[in-house]
């Protein structure tokens, strides 16, 4: 699988050191005052609002084996857990909706969500029969799963099939733990065996890896490029205080490497993909959901650590397996603990998604938020236009260009989002005992 990478593919830094650390701090700054729960415990998620539209998040947290750096909800796989499990799961669908939702898409995260495939099946039968709107459903797997013979039965039933992959690369995927998936030759045949079987295949890819050179990322987008798949993930490494101390430190590159990793992808994947947000990339405008919480304001979270966001507020369900069971069993659907926001926050969150999405609008915050954009959130567009990462577009007095650097910004925000969310995860595992999983 050897490629040369030209010397027209090498990259700059998008971006100086200080600002990527200055955005790390106002992040952090941010993420500390804003995201923990209130210790009240809840006995339901809200009900829907009239007119508003919602996507169902179903969390399968159960994988074979545990990868150092994953942050995820996610516990070591007893089949007879992980059974039950789904018929709570399902359970928990039906009082969705009793409680009046009802959905135009569903997104189901792991974990490893096809490690059970006849109970997946089951369960996304009786989502489409619950709720007929539904139009698009989106899977996560990982590649050793696609080799299952019984991986071809998800055909028709998933729109969008997710597959972690993370690098071709062998000492990246040793690095990264995750050569227990096979090798970078393999999984590129395996994806090449079953990607036409959904409309759309997203293959992950991670960087920020230590020791993962410029080259190794070009090879890694060209092998994607002879692979072809509709939709590409490139992740920054997320690390936390929940990652393993002694992984965060061998496995993080310094933070001065990711911009240049990050121009790399884009001097080389980006030339042949359209750019749909700061980190994922499709072969057309439209290959179905990238990051759900971009594309939809509001959705509801069902099974044991899914988060909701609702109206103003994030839910978080109970991290317990165990008391995911209990509150099934007695009528409770698993949303447990809340946090609500200021309006002000909202906007923030929302500018923050937009500058990620490349989709930057004053319509959008008149209409939705009856917000004027540049006033309301003055300070920060003041900086966004100052250190070049938006700029008016002089076709549309409402829209607002995201520049290359604005982009990366867009990247290093949520990757510190993503990374601040595990204070919530960090808050709610915290006292899980043995029993709890
Ligand atoms: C949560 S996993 C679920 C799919 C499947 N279990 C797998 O391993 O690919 C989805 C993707 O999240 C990404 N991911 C997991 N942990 C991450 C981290 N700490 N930083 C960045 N991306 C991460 C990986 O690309 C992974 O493939
Ligand atoms: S990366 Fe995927 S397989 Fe690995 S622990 Fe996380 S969810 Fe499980």
Redesign the pocket.
């Known amino acids: 699988m050897a490629t040369e990478v030209s010397q027209s593919v090498r990259s700059r830094h998008i971006m100086p050191d200080w600002q990527v650390h200055m955005t790390d701090w106002i992040m952090q700054h941010y993420i500390d005052r804003g995201l923990s729960v209130e210790p009240v415990v809840l006995k339901s998620p809200p009900p829907p609002q009239e007119g508003h539209q919602y996507l169902l998040y179903m969390h399968v947290p159960f ?1 074979h084996t545990l ?1 150092t ?4 909800h996610r516990f070591l796989f007893k089949k007879y857990k992980a059974r039950e499990y789904f018929k709570q799961l399902r359970t928990e669908m039906r009082m969705a909706k009793d409680l009046g939702y009802d959905f135009r898409s569903m997104y189901v ?4 969500t096809t490690i059970l495939e006849d109970e997946l099946i089951q369960t996304l039968e009786l989502a489409r029969k619950l709720f007929p709107n539904i139009k698009e459903v989106s899977c ?3 590649p050793k799963e696609i080799a299952s013979p019984t991986f071809k039965n998800l055909k028709g039933l998933v729109d969008r099939m997710s ?2 992959v ?1 690098s071709f690369d062998d000492s990246i995927l040793k690095l990264s733990d995750r050569q227990k998936f096979g090798t970078g030759a393999e999984i590129f045949e395996r994806i090449a065996a079953c990607q036409d079987l959904f409309p759309t295949c997203n293959v ?1 890819m ?1 960087f920020g890896f230590r020791g993962q050179s410029l080259d190794m990322i070009a090879r890694d987008m060209e092998l994607i490029r002879q692979l072809n798949p509709r939709q590409v993930t490139t ?5 936390t205080s929940q ?1 393993n101390k002694s992984v965060k430190n061998v496995i993080a590159a310094r933070g001065q490497e990711l911009s240049e990793q990050y121009d790399t992808i884009l001097n080389t994947l980006g030339k042949h993909y359209r750019q749909l947000t700061s980190w994922t990339f499709g072969r057309t405008n439209d290959e179905g959901i990238d990051e759900y919480v971009v594309d939809n304001d509001e959705y509801l979270g069902i099974g044991s650590g899914a988060f909701s966001f609702l109206g103003n507020a994030l839910y978080v369900n109970t991290f317990s397996l165990s008391r995911y069971a209990q509150r099934i069993q007695s009528g409770q659907m698993g949303t447990e603990r809340r946090r609500i926001f200021t309006p002000h926050q909202i906007l923030q969150y929302r500018l923050m998604l937009a500058v990620f999405s490349g989709r930057l609008n004053r319509k959008y915050f008149r209409e939705v938020h009856g917000v004027n954009l540049d006033t309301t959130l003055f300070k920060e567009m003041t900086g966004l236009r100052l250190i070049g990462a938006i700029r008016q577009d002089p076709d549309d007095p409402d829209h607002l260009i995201v520049t290359k650097k604005g982009k990366f910004l867009g990247l290093v925000m949520l990757k510190d989002f993503y990374s601040g969310m595990d204070n919530v995860r960090a808050q709610l595992r915290a006292p899980l005992k043995a029993c709890d999983m």
Request: aromatic residues 12%.
């Open positions: 994988c990868c750096y994953c942050t995820f995260g792991g974990g490893t996560e797997t990982d597959i972690g993370q992950d991670m992740y920054p490494l997320m690390v990652t």
